[in-house]
């Protein structure tokens, strides 16, 4: 992943977490300016840090690199959503989500 791409998926992330560059910096106990400078493709984090940044996001670092996934936070909310499920179930939910993906 080239960094211009790194950046892009971290900001993805943090705006569909819904905080602020600030906030996450702050959060991951770094200067204010922190993400804003990764995400400016200035810094990469260490790899210590990145490992705080998939925590602060609640994944791993494979579903940090998987840019297919748009939001992998919720993605796994729904997974553990169908756990349970019956079959006729499950179905519903996959066929509802092709025909979604369908019309986008």
Do not use: H, W
């Not at 925590?55 to 998987?66: A, L, N, R, V």
Request: proline fraction near 3%; glycine fraction near 6%; charge should be neutral.
């Amino acid at each position: 992943m080239e960094k211009d791409e790194f950046a892009r998926r971290l900001t993805q992330l943090r705006i569909n977490k819904g905080v602020s560059a600030r906030d996450m910096s702050l959060s991951l106990g770094q200067s204010a300016n922190y993400i804003n400078n990764i995400e400016n493709g200035v810094n990469y984090p260490s790899m210590t840090v990145f490992f705080y940044i998939c925590e602060y996001f609640g994944i791993t670092p494979s579903e940090f690199f998987d840019t297919e996934n748009k939001n992998p936070i919720r993605t796994q909310e729904l997974l553990d959503a169908t756990k349970g499920l019956s079959n006729e179930q499950l179905n519903l939910i996959i066929n509802l989500a092709k025909g979604l993906k369908q019309n986008k």
